[in-house]
């Protein structure tokens, strides 16, 4: 597709959105630190052209499922499972929904919202909407940006939850 280098940034971002807990305080709020390279081997993703024309337009979405590491002990730890929708995209910005979740040993965690990707001066910054497991009724935030995962490039996340 012709804005494949936004889908293949799109995916990045999104890929290791999830989440592995820092520290566990029961029904506190846990501020959690996670990565997702980019690249082979480390997941799969696939883009989905309703339209047939070959560019990324209003209703494509990628699909994705990655591993996750924890930033604090460079260990592997689950997978994320998601889906990014195209909603609307103008030369190198692309508004979508995300909604993606990350299966950990301790359980699910669920994420979703809507995002502008391209924009400097969006946040990209969506809701923890809930999980299974540890992560029952969970909410809070999650922020994630380009960057370095254990030596290669990759995504970073920051979230706060509350348990």
């Not at 699910?108 to 299974?132: E, Q």
Request: overall charge negative; charged content about 20%.
């Amino acid at each position: 597709m012709v804005l494949g280098g936004i889908a293949a940034a799109l995916s990045v971002a999104v890929i290791g959105m999830l989440i592995i807990p820092a520290q566990s305080q029961s029904g506190g709020t846990e501020t959690i630190r996670l990565c997702s390279k980019e690249g082979p081997g480390f997941g799969y993703d696939k883009d989905v052209d309703v339209d047939g024309d070959g560019h990324f337009s209003a209703g494509d979405s990628n699909l994705f499922t990655d591993k996750l590491w924890n930033r604090d002990t460079e260990e592997g730890y689950g997978h994320d499972v998601g889906k990014i929708s195209f909603i609307k995209l103008e030369d190198r910005t692309a508004t979508a929904i995300i909604d993606v979740t990350a299966v950990l040993p301790n359980g699910k965690l669920s994420v979703y919202g809507a995002i502008n990707f391209g924009d400097p001066s969006d946040p990209s910054r969506i809701a923890v909407v809930g999980g299974t497991g540890h992560f029952n009724n969970a909410t809070g935030g999650l922020t994630f940006h380009d960057g370095r995962c254990l030596g290669h490039k990759g995504t970073v996340i920051r979230a706060e939850v509350t348990l």
